[in-house]
């Protein structure tokens, strides 16, 4: 990998990028009061014992460090629930990427692909992520919610404050720094919950075929969902939507360029793509980290970790474990079996994994038949998202 973290200029906190760990694949770091972990059975353990491990991870965050619960709430947001009511808030959407719903917004995706690629080449020159990999999931995701695609500059601004930060993780920041933090990202956040409450408002009094009125009408135990929920749940859908997939893209045609001779084999044979893009997912993957808390003592790994401690579950160190998958640093697409964990595992797997392998499937197709080779321009360096917990470009120009 030395020579890909030269060449890309990968940011350090991308530790598992940087060549093999050699320490414990679970350890306490007192610097950040939290426990990592980073092998691959045992981080498959813990994502699949969601009794032990929760996803409700503010429970076990200092109270000097939460935002004024009047400012900010987590309510409905399904990455933070737990069962039973994770489960009965997953249902009310799973119809909507069923994978014949999926399957049907095929010929949507191509024609979306060709007609951003047409539009760059207008413009006589082609930045992967602002001219296709970010626009195309994120109209797609617009389209099924109900909110308007030509709103795609606000998302990416709200999506950027929250995400393009490289703030570390930690839960021994001092309150005046943490509240700095809580001030930068409250505000995008606001205005990213007006605008979708507004929808919401509108959606009761006309309702349409789409999510958001679909959020709006749903009723779990026989309730409504609050406006909270439904405005919360909303936001995850519109930015897990989009951003898993602009950066699975973005991965995938980098991983290309880095190893040349697996994008002749796919140019031969288109039907390498979808193994293509799984071992993207394992090499550079996306959603890189995740949190979660315990709800009791529980060993692992060797160790034994007490109860109520932030666990933070390093999915990219994991999907580089020597121990399932040999030659981790090397890009094969013919590895089999291939069980990475890109997109989760258990009750949280990512609700979205069909449609993002669909439009990374179909984008990627589209791009071998327009250019001849993919490259990188030496001359408009590649950057990386500078999130400590995500893996992904932020611009990469192709020549």
Known sequence: ?????????????????????????????????????????????????????????????????????????????????????????????????????????????????RELLDEARERGRFELVTDLAYPLPVIVIADLLGVPSSDRPLFKQWADALFQRDAKVTLKQSAESRMEDVRTTLKPWKEMSGYLAGHAAERRVRPRADLLTRLVEAEVDGERLPDEQVVNFAIVLLLAGHVTTTMLLGNTVLCLDAFPEQQDLLRADRSRIPAAIEESLRFFTPFSALGRATTR??????????????????????????????????????????PHLGFGRGIHFCLGAPLARLEGRVALDILLDRFAVLRTDPDDPVSFIPTPTMTGVRRLALI
């Open 1 to 113: 990998m030395a020579d890909i973290v030269e060449r890309y200029d990968i940011p350090k906190q991308h530790f598992w990028l940087h060549g093999p760990r050699s320490g414990p694949p679970v350890e306490h770091d007192p610097a950040t009061g939290m426990w990592n972990v980073y092998g691959y059975p045992e981080l498959h353990e813990i994502l699949g014992d969601p009794a032990t491990f929760s996803s409700d991870t503010m429970r076990v965050v200092p109270k000097h460090l939460l935002p004024d619960p009047d400012d900010f709430s987590l309510s409905g947001f399904i990455t933070q629930i737990d069962p039973p009511e994770h489960g009965k808030l997953r249902k009310l959407v799973s119809s909507a990427f069923t994978r014949k719903v999926v399957a049907d917004l095929e010929p949507r995706i191509a024609a979306l692909t």
């Open 297 to 338: 003592e529980t060993e692992l790994g060797g160790v034994t970790i007490p109860a109520d401690q932030m666990v933070m579950t390093w999915l990219g160190a994991a999907n580089r474990d020597p121990r399932q998958f040999p030659d981790p640093d090397v890009f094969d697409p013919d590895r089999d079996p291939n």
